[in-house]
């Protein structure tokens, strides 16, 4: 393995804070030379219940994004050239390289310095409305804002579906852990879970899936939460093509951190958006070719802990 330059690695330590579905952190990275790596995806990996690849393609384009922006913090600029080619269960992203930044490249971002909180926060908001300045750049960002409780319908729907389906429960509980320390995956406590959803919750790991009349009761949270929102946001891309997907991902992180930085919080609900009896209903809703992604935006009540992550040393491959 070639020898990275230290503010490179600093980078890449800090991308590792990247968001992705499940906390399951699916990049992977081969040193190519000081300043140059190779990304990677490795499709055994990650989520066998994720059959277009949707979400490992989000979270590949939300790590790059995150990169970009840890690279303009420490007076660089990243580049990547994206190849996609697939060998086996390998994925080959892209190679990404991290520069010094020269005059002509401008200033940094103004999402580089906000980028370092961007944070999932699952406990209720307020009832602030949305701010016309946010909306319009979450707008900007290929998000359309819709009526929370039209998406909670289509939420609910998909929920007590998902309940039901081994798959889903089995992805679940392959990135679920009591373990507070765990370094990859979710937590009780990351999860805002109470003791006594969290004692639902492993009887439902324990039983493999629910019959309907419980799923619905385990629905009820996130549609509750739905219900309640001022603002909810659909991300819509043109396709399912990877390089769609890809851009999609760093539209979603920009949009993330853009919320986190005007002071709100976001939670994205996916469930809606992975069923394919419900895709098509939340596509018709926000009006977009493709919905990627669903998350719930408000001004936080209270902060929460911050999710752990694997250190750089376990993304490196050999
Ligand atoms: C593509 C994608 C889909 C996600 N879907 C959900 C979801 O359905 N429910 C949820 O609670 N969190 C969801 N998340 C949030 C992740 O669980 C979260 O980013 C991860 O646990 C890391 O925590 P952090 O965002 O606080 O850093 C999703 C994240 C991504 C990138």
Redesign the pocket.
Known sequence: MSAIDPTVAAVLAEAQ?A?????AQPWRLVALGDDTVELHYDHLDYLPFDPDDR?AY??LG?YYETLSLAAQRHGRRSHISLRFTRSGSDLHVGDISVRPATAADGPADPLAGPATD???N?LRYDRSPVPAALAADLTGLGNVLVEPRAIARLVAQASVLSWQDRRFVTDLRRWTHADPATPAG?TPE??ALTRTEWAALRVAFRAGHLPASVARAYASRDVRLLRQSVGVCVLGAPSLSPADLFDA?RR?LRSWVTIGGAGWAS?????AVDRPETAPQVAALAGVAVPV?VYRIGHPTAS?P??NRRPLQETLRA
Do not use: K, Q
């Open positions: 804070r968001p992705s579905a499940h906390n979400d989000l979270a939300a961007r944070h999932t699952r979710m990351g999860l991902g979603l939670h994205p609900i996916s469930i992604a929460v911050r999710s």
